[in-house]
């Protein structure tokens, strides 16, 4: 609500601050002032409304809530929010010659907004053809309010004041955990199913396929995103050369990766626990337990882990997608797009913290508004339609 909010004030203390001097912009237009100037004015103005308006609602804010250490990030976030609302304002302002208009179409700008952040409805339960089971939909990623949003919630999350010390440990525990009991299980199951399919062909051989190209593609992305050795009988794994040897050397394979995974989860978790009781001794008991009731919170952690979901993986394109615990689940896509509460964006081979990454797509947003708005774009495009249909009245006219 906070980040919706953010975008509302923005709109609104905008919206009216270009249709309201529109007379006088057509009388001064004949002594040719710059427009980008007056532009500029009025986004310098905003900003400092929007900066101030966001700096006021985070520190209210976080003393009712009882908030911790998060004062700078919020507003840094709720402040870029409102900035892109102030920007939308403007170009509706610009563009519409009404005020009822203008107040007519906040809401439908707002709604979608609020759908479609990820907050209200999950992603996932979309409509079929809109939805994306491995990333974010495209639908989503064009609301500003999916970006804030997870920057927020993650940022809190993985960096407060405690969980930013184990949360390195927490992830590779995650995801070994997720690899031996979910992915390698399900990977077994595929290769029994696939030599139950071998020894009887018969009609069968799509769904060996299939099969096969799953597995594939799961052990490939083991061997390149989590570190261990890469299986030398991978390019076997096509049904014109499978067969049931490299069926065995394949679960052997899993059985050695599953043994591998065991021990990153027992190292990880013997460092945070040398890590808890080193900050223990010098922090005393009760402080630590202070600290982590003033900065951990369990409901955010249950969202971000995505508890709720019963369904720890599901099958999408030949690949098995994993649910289980998002925030902990690192990005594979090298063009910075992901699965909600990703800890990282990847772009190349960089990876980038997710609320930077957030922040620079929100103002790259700002960006692309703030030249809009300096070319007039939707007044030029209400005025092309405008041509058209008096050119369509003015015709039905004549006849």
Known sequence: ??????????????????VKDRKILERESFLNLSWPAYVNSKILFLFGLSAFQTFTFVIIGNLILNIQGMFFIYWLILFSTAAIGNLIGLNISSGLDSVISIYILIPLILVPQLLLGGA???????????????????????????????????????????????????QI??????????LIPELGKKLQQCQTLLENPGNNELQLKKDLLIIQNEVKKMTEFQNVPPFELTSKLRIDSISNDVLEETMGYLSYLKILF???????????????HEMEAKLGNNQLIRLREQNYNNQLADLVMNRQELQKTVEYKNQIIRKMDP?????????????FFAPYKRLVNQKMETIWFNLVVIWLGSLTLYFMLLTEILRKILAYFNRIRFSKTEKQYMR
């Open 262 to 276: 065991s021990d990153q989860e027992a190292d990880a978790s013997q460092h945070k626990d040398q890590l808890y």
């Open 1 to 18: 609500m906070a980040v919706v909010v953010s975008l509302f004030m923005g709109l609104t203390v905008s919206a009216e601050e270009i």
């Open 173 to 182: 525990i995650s995801t070994a955990n997720y690899h031996n009991t979910f």
């Open 120 to 170: 209200m409805i999950r992603f996932d339960d979309l409509n079929k053809h809109l939805t994306n089971q491995k990333y974010v939909p495209l639908i989503g990623d064009l609301m500003v309010t999916r970006w804030a949003y997870e920057a927020a919630t993650v940022y809190q999350f993985k960096s407060n004041a405690f969980e930013k010390y184990f949360y390195d440990d927490e």
């Open 327 to 339: 925030v902990f689940s690192m990005p594979k896509n090298k063009f910075g797009r992901t699965q």
